[in-house]
């Protein structure tokens, strides 16, 4: 095994370790009366996980010669990476402190899942050696990231509704905006995902759109988006509705990242 190879094991190993020190600390934040140095810590220790995925992803660049796309495990933890950067911006702008349980907690379990999936770095089929790809994923990974967190804030959202209280500072008229911001971030990415996929899709196989199931069902998840976006802006959709919109739109995200991997066949097949 090479020294570059054990630097990365390394890497990750002390990447699951800094996660988990994070979400346990946001949890201590939340249950015992919010202390601020309590939540420096706990965003101090998401911080350096961020850099340690940085890190572990810069590895992987330099081990493979390419981006880390490649594959499941490459995929999913550059889409951790996008939702951790998203989610420390608005943590940073908003405050909202709490929210950290839910981004380390989500991040720690994406980790935890990539840790059991094939790590090997094989060479690039020919249709994915394309620049096209670098642009089509990390449009996706800043649109799933930003989906994701949306999808946490309409869980806590429901969570203050039932409650009938606000938690802190964090409110449900807070966090009914913040989903509709968030998601008005993410969708143009998804969008420009779309189209630089079929840009790539015509390079590679000589045709921009061919109903692939990876390619429908993106097309499907920009649909709901796209519908969510035309209701809030048209017909003043807000409140719950917003929050539930939120929780089902991330819910054909992840059918369309995990379901179509596993249950169907077609061009995207390699991210298995």
């Keep these: 095994m090479s020294q570059l190879s054990n630097m990365e094991i390394t890497s990750f190993y002390i990447l699951r370790a800094l996660f988990f020190v994070s979400f346990f600390a946001y949890i201590f934040y939340m249950v015992f009366g919010k202390n601020k140095i309590v939540s420096y810590i706990a965003t101090g220790f998401l911080s350096l996980a961020f850099l340690s995925l940085t890190f572990n992803l810069l590895i992987r660049t330099y081990a493979a010669g390419r981006a880390p796309f490649s594959n499941l495990y490459e995929s999913l933890i550059s889409f951790v990476w996008g939702f951790v950067v998203i989610y ?101 990415w998804m969008t420009l995902g779309i189209i630089t996929g079929a840009i790539w899709a015509d390079k590679a196989w000589g045709s921009y759109w061919s109903w692939d199931p990876k390619e429908t069902w993106s097309f499907i998840t920009w649909l709901v988006y796209a519908a969510f976006l035309h209701a809030r802006y048209n017909y003043k959709w807000k409140g719950t509705i917003t929050a539930i919109l939120a929780i089902a739109g991330f819910a054909v995200v992840m059918f369309t990242y995990f379901g179509v991997n596993f249950l169907l066949s077609g061009l995207h097949s390699y991210a298995k």
């Excluded at 249709?127 to 449009?139: D, G, K, M, R």
């Excluded at 039932?162 to 913040?178: A, D, F, M, S, T």
Aim: aromatic fraction near 16%; proline fraction near 5%; charge should be neutral.
């Design 88 to 188: 420390l911006i608005i943590e940073h702008i908003y405050k909202l402190n709490i929210l950290g349980i839910f981004a380390s907690g989500l991040s720690m379990a994406a980790i935890l899942y990539a840790s059991v999936l094939p790590k090997e770095i094989e060479p690039l089929i020919p249709a994915l050696q394309s620049h096209w790809l670098i642009f089509h994923v990390l449009c996706f990974v800043f649109a799933y990231g930003a989906f994701a967190l949306s999808f946490g804030l309409g869980v806590f959202y429901l969570f203050l509704y039932l409650r009938k209280k606000n938690l802190g500072h964090l409110n449900p008229v807070i966090l009914e905006e913040l989903i509709y911001k968030i998601i008005a971030f993410a969708f143009p």
